[in-house]
């Protein structure tokens, strides 16, 4: 009798306690193609057609798929749909007061989740020309009755995006619906930006992870708030579209008698109290972009500006207090950084890993590495991270956003000898 119920409770533990596996299926970006420009996809190979089906009906069901987007991987549900959202924040861990974007494949998608009589302001026109489908998130005016407040976490504002890469935008025009999607990490950690790092993260806690492939930007969109009456852009997170292809693109269609419309980076150019208390943009309230082991940014002197630089062997003795004995130290520089150099020299029993970062005049390849950077570090377990700074323009501005939130310190060093 006894060992009758243990038998019964030990086989309910197992059920319902154990994470149902995660299946993995590829999706080949290449094999979907957009006959015209809003339509519904043509896909060649049958396996990736099937993969999406499958997909499709998952988020019907109202559980959670993680897909590739060309910024980072999304984890989707069905964003008109309350309690399929909320499992977005169950499965990431995430406060439920930090609002979520919505994911559209159509303009006719995006006007159904908008007030009937809103009219597109005229940088929006220029923004969506340019940039949409792409790494362009734009904050609208909700309708409480469409899109459900879990998703906006009560705000007035809604933010939408039409993603590019295929296999995300042949998801949601074959669920013939609007996927709310935030990055599929554990909240807190870095972005994903391969199947695999959603799996490692997140197995168990879903049933689907569409595998695209590497994601080309590599970091989030950025997301603008366009809405008020000054008619000036202002950038609430910079991201995979760049402030200088803003600027050019307003500069080139604002013309003749028409002002063109200044772009205001918040924090850089300006300060908002109402967002510095809502949690509205990454970072603003909570921990962001870190793995599981401590980041220091390093700021190399031709950088330094007010800050006093200390030399490289100063630095190493201050970083040893992070790490314990034998020193596993992660380095994530560009491929000409003159750190790599220093390291080479060090005579320390530091034991040094790599990652680099491509070229330093190409920060759009800094982007597409670098979470890939810290999430492969982290795997190989080093002790500390330590990441290079970088020049706040281009991509770069993107760049120092997400590691400023995901380093506890930064130093300053000199490299002259
Ligand atoms: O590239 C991306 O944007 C990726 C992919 C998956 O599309 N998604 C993404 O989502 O980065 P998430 O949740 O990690 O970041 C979205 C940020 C949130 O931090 C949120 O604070 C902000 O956008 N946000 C969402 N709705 C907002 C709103 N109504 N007002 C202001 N900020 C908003
Ligand atoms: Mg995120």
Redesign the pocket.
């Known amino acids: 009798m006894l060992k009758r119920l243990v038998h019964l409770v030990r086989r309910a533990y197992f059920q319902f306690m154990t994470p149902a596996p995660t299946s993995l299926l590829r999706c080949d970006p290449d094999a979907i193609t957009f006959p015209s420009s809003f339509s519904i996809p043509s896909i060649s190979s049958p396996d990736t057609h099937q993969a999406l089906i499958r997909a499709s009906q998952v988020l019907r069901q109202g559980q959670c798929v993680a897909f590739p ?8 549900a069905l964003a008109l749909e309350p309690a399929a959202a909320s499992r977005i924040f169950s499965t990431k861990g ?1 406060p439920a007061d ?4 919505v ?1 559209v494949s159509s303009f006719e998608m995006l006007q159904n989740l908008l007030p009937a009589d809103f009219v597109l302001p005229r940088t929006y026109q220029v923004l969506t020309q340019h940039f949409w489908p792409g ?1 362009l ?1 734009l ?1 609208f005016p ?1 309708v409480p009755s469409i899109v459900p407040s879990v ?3 009560n ?5 939408i ?1 039409m ?1 590019s890469h295929p296999v ?1 935008r042949a998801l949601i025009a074959l669920t013939q619906a609007p996927l709310a ?5 554990s909240s807190g950690k870095p ?1 994903p930006t391969r199947a695999e790092h959603v799996f490692r993260d997140l197995d168990g806690k879903l049933p689907l992870i569409l595998d695209g492939g590497p994601c080309d ?1 590599g ?5 603008i ?1 366009g809405l008020h009456d000054d008619g000036n852009i202002r950038i ?2 910079p ?2 579209v760049t402030v200088e292809d803003i600027q050019r693109v307003l500069a080139k269609e604002f013309t003749g008698s028409e002002e063109t419309p200044k772009v205001l980076v918040h924090r850089r150019d300006y300060r908002d109290d109402a ?1 510095e208390q ?7 309230k909570y921990r ?1 972009y870190s793995p599981s082991v401590p980041v220091v940014l390093l700021h190399t002197s031709s950088q330094s500006g007010k800050h006093k630089p200390t030399s490289f062997h100063e630095f190493l003795k201050e970083i040893r207090a992070y790490t314990a004995e034998p020193t596993e130290v992660g380095l994530l520089a560009t491929e000409d950084s003159p750190l790599w150099s220093h390291t080479v020299a060090d005579t320390s029993n530091i034991h040094w890993h790599g990652f680099t970062l491509g070229p330093s005049t190409q920060p759009i390849i800094a982007a597409r590495r670098l979470f890939d950077g810290l999430l492969t570090l982290e795997q190989e377990g080093v002790g500390l991270i330590i990441v290079e700074a970088f020049e706040e323009v281009q991509e770069g501005l993107a760049i120092m956003n997400r590691l400023q939130k995901a380093a506890s310190e930064s130093y300053w060093v000199s490299l002259d000898k």
């Open positions: 987007t060309e910024t980072v991987y999304g984890l989707g995430r930090n609002p979520l974007i994911h790494p998130t904050l909700t998703i906006t976490a705000q007035p504002t809604v933010a995006r993603p995300a999607a935030p990055s599929a990490n972005s930007v970091l989030e969109s950025t997301v708030d609430l997170r991201g995979g967002i809502a949690p509205t943009t990454p970072g603003m962001h």
